[in-house]
């Protein structure tokens, strides 16, 4: 079945430096990719999406680029602030139509200031 | 404001009393689907509902009950709740039309324990 990897956590950054969080995904189809976001006692909310190979996802300075060739959809961001501290998901949804999402086990990341 | 509203938040009981989780979505979306989240395995699909009276088993299903009578609504039913079941619950939907699929909307979560 469908399944989503992420790299094993968690990830302590200082202020301003560069995040990559990797994704992999193992799909039969044409999924649709996304990341979302769990700040500390909240639900998750969605940061990003992509529908089709070589889009690329991009909010609040976050990025992701849809990479078929690699089955990719890693997280990157050039400047992480202590505020986007939280667990973060990689996600693909199968485009067959039953709209089921399979997450990664998420990453949790740490800015310390 | 449009929103998935879950209740309770917190939620602590005993073995084998019934409980229920209440979901409820004021963006009319057809989609509905309860997840739990446990450390070191994400999260996990439970039920979901395409649509008022059609429900299905998501990955996860045994030891839960869900009803989908009204659109905006999707309750979660532990009818003997055991502690394996004690777990962080979302509730999520999403629009429903078969090719237009933008992701879920998700509840704040009910974080039960069961002693």
């Known amino acids: 079945g469908d399944s989503v990897t992420q790299m094993e956590g968690p990830v302590t950054l200082s202020e301003e430096a560069f995040l990559t969080i990797n994704c992999t995904y193992t799909a039969t189809g044409y999924p649709s990719l996304f990341w979302y976001v769990q700040y500390p006692g909240e639900g998750l909310q969605l940061l990003l999406k992509a529908t089709k190979a070589d889009d690329k996802g991009s909010n609040k300075g976050f990025e992701a680029t849809y990479r078929k060739e690699t089955t990719s959809f890693h997280l990157e961001k050039g400047s992480v602030q202590v505020s986007d501290s939280a667990v973060y998901f990689c996600?693909?949804?199968?485009?067959?139509?039953?709209?089921?999402?399979?997450f990664g086990k998420g990453t949790k990341l740490t800015v310390n200031p | 404001e449009a929103q998935v509203t879950q209740n309770p938040r917190y939620l602590i009981t005993v073995t084998g009393k019934k409980l229920t989780v209440t979901c409820s979505q004021n963006?009319?979306?057809?989609?509905m689907s309860w997840y739990r989240q446990d450390p070191g395995l994400g999260l996990r699909q439970i039920y979901y509902s395409m649509n008022v009276e059609v429900t299905d088993k998501g990955d996860v299903p045994e030891g839960y009950k869900v009803s989908r009578k009204e659109k905006r609504n999707f309750p979660l039913i532990l009818e003997s709740p055991s502690p394996n079941q004690t777990s962080l619950y979302f509730c999520a939907s999403s629009l429903g039309t078969k090719g237009k699929f933008n992701g879920y909307t998700f509840g704040s979560g009910t974080r039960l324990t069961v002693v």
């Open positions: 963006m009319n979306h057809e989609y």
């Open positions: 996600a693909l949804s199968d485009q067959g139509g039953s709209e089921k999402l399979v």
